[in-house]
């Protein structure tokens, strides 16, 4: 708070300071409710210096920083005529002020008490925080970092693009503005040789994730299409007929059994050719190590008319009864290729 009075001790006087003399001041206490200044002169017989005319709140700092402003106060022209607006000056006062200030026996309300209350918590935008005042009366909200606008309504604070700022927010770079944030990519050589790398690191990787996606993902459609086609041909060849027959007849459910297309690709190396002991007209016959470790002879045909399948699944079922030296042991057929596959036992006198 500044309080000055006119001084004229000679024409020649150009004094622009507040040094007591003409002119006081005071610091007014934070946190202070009311503030009552009441002036007087000391020493009513000096009157040639004149009475106060001017009492004003003014920010010290700017205050002190504008010279012209303290030498247009202190001039003769100005106490004469201190409302005429060719000689008016405007000076900044700062109102501290904060939410909830005293509303309570304790103090004023802090930020953690009034964000229990949401509709009146005064720091409405989500992009701002709410702190408390350092004597603990009250609290005030700022935009958070990156932000700006008021803080006290809905979106009201807003991202700042710190490119559009340089003087504020400096860049040599790039600048990439970002919400709440920004960055700047420098435009030095060995920045750029460590960005090159990283992005060749992560597009290999990327690659190379997207490219094991693919095999797992060719390879379990394929396992699912050939799953499929197994299912059709067991279908195809009467394998749920087999099924019954067997399921009805405990004599030839013990006697032989349906093997999977996977028991006789192991039993046969997957049908290795070194593993063939005969061909003929009308097939391929294979040597198999069953999981029992029974060698067998798998039969492969080239080709099966489909009006016979039926005929052929219900002379398995009986083949399969017969237990005669002279006749080969028949340990079960295939149903899951195109033409049946029929595994008997194999004769010592094969290879």
């Not at 067997?246 to 459910?253: E, L, P, R, V």
């Amino acid at each position: 708070m500044m309080a000055i009075r006119q001084i004229i001790l000679h024409d020649t006087r150009h004094d622009d300071t507040c040094a007591g003399i003409g002119c006081c001041r005071t610091s007014m206490p934070v946190g202070l409710t009311s503030f009552d200044v009441h002036l007087e002169s000391l020493n009513e017989t000096t009157y040639s210096f004149g009475e106060f005319n001017k009492v004003f709140i003014v920010d010290k700092d700017w205050f002190d920083e504008n010279k012209d402003v303290r030498q247009k106060l202190l001039s003769p022209l100005y106490s004469k005529h201190p409302w005429d607006n060719s000689v008016s000056v405007e000076i900044p006062a700062l109102l501290d002020w904060w939410f909830g200030s005293g509303s309570t026996s304790t103090g004023g309300i802090s930020c953690e008490i009034a964000k229990k209350n949401a509709s009146q918590f005064a720091c409405r935008s989500i992009n701002s925080w709410c702190y408390d005042n350092t004597n603990g009366n009250g609290y005030r909200c700022n935009c958070s970092q990156g932000y700006e606008g008021n803080p006290y309504v809905d979106d009201g604070c807003q991202d700042i693009d710190e490119c559009q700022h340089l003087e504020v927010y400096p860049c040599d770079g790039t600048c990439v503005n970002e919400v709440g944030t920004y960055k700047c990519y420098s435009h030095d050589p060995h920045n750029y040789a460590g960005l090159i790398i990283t992005i060749g690191v992560t597009t290999g990787v990327g690659l190379l994730l997207l490219f094991l996606g693919v095999f797992l993902l060719t390879r379990k459609i394929k396992a699912r299409k050939a799953k499929m086609q197994r299912e059709k041909f067991f279908k195809q060849n009467k394998g749920l007929l087999l099924q019954h027959l067997i399921s009805s007849s405990k004599d030839i459910a013990e006697r032989m059994k349906i093997f999977s297309l996977e028991e006789l690709n192991k039993a046969t190396n997957n049908f290795d050719k070194s593993r063939i002991v005969g061909q003929g007209g009308h097939g391929i016959v294979y040597k198999g190590i069953l999981s029992d470790q029974r060698v067998a002879a798998i039969k492969k045909p080239h080709a099966i008319v489909q009006r016979e399948i039926e005929q052929f699944i219900n002379e398995v079922a009986i083949l399969s009864q017969i237990n005669h030296r002279n006749v080969v042991k028949l340990f079960g057929c295939c149903l899951e290729t195109e033409t049946c596959l029929v595994i008997v036992q194999k004769r010592n006198d094969n290879p």
